[in-house]
């Protein structure tokens, strides 16, 4: 992969410096000898504009996430394996997250920044397609996701982009904003073929 360099430009601006190219590429949100992969400031960014897209309700529907600070604490556990998604002239596009993993599944959460790139899934599964074990297996054959069926943007994206419903939970996923229980979809997609 090539090697980015970070050019902090002002709050409301994420940029990575790379050759053009017409595709999207994927950087990894990692600590690589105690450093950051990806500084505060471009996730501070990326909050930022999150929120001015009205959109942190609808990734955090449940309300554990709700500022900057619990932002920063959340997308920094180790526990949340993060990609950013960046496009040819070195904007963030997409951000994505693995939780919950266990035995080759997990959890993804995910949330565009502006518009939803057509080559973002494809990137996405690319890149998690390349982990592997010492022995070159997969480490990730599947990912789930459990979606508000209040958030029709979020559903129809699901369809668009091939991943399969198993059903609707009814009363699964708590909107904080609301104060209410409704259905969740249940979704996966296979990454690696078992």
Request: with cysteine; proline share 4%.
């Amino acid at each position: 992969m090539t090697e980015l360099a970070y050019d902090y430009q002002g709050q409301d601006q994420s940029r990575f410096i790379q050759p053009k190219s017409s595709k999207l590429i994927a950087v990894p949100v990692v600590k690589v000898d105690g450093e950051l992969s990806v500084p505060a400031e471009v996730m501070v960014s990326i909050w930022h504009r999150i929120c001015y897209e009205g959109k942190q309700d609808l990734l955090f529907y449940d309300g554990t996430v709700t500022d900057l600070k619990g932002w920063i604490d959340y997308i920094y556990n180790p526990q949340n394996y993060v990609v950013l998604i960046v496009d040819a002239v070195g904007d963030v596009r997409h951000i994505a997250w693995i939780n919950k993993y266990y035995q080759g599944s997990g959890f993804v959460h995910h949330c565009s920044i502006g518009n939803y790139h057509r080559k973002t899934w494809p990137t996405l599964k690319a890149y998690w397609q390349g982990f592997k074990d010492d022995d070159g297996k997969p480490l990730i054959y599947t990912v789930m996701g459990v979606t508000p069926t209040t958030n029709e943007k979020a559903v129809k994206l699901l369809r668009v982009i091939g991943w399969h419903e198993i059903g609707v939970i009814p009363g699964i996923c708590y909107v904080a904003n609301e104060n209410r229980y409704v259905g969740g979809v249940i979704s996966y997609a296979v990454i690696n073929e078992v």
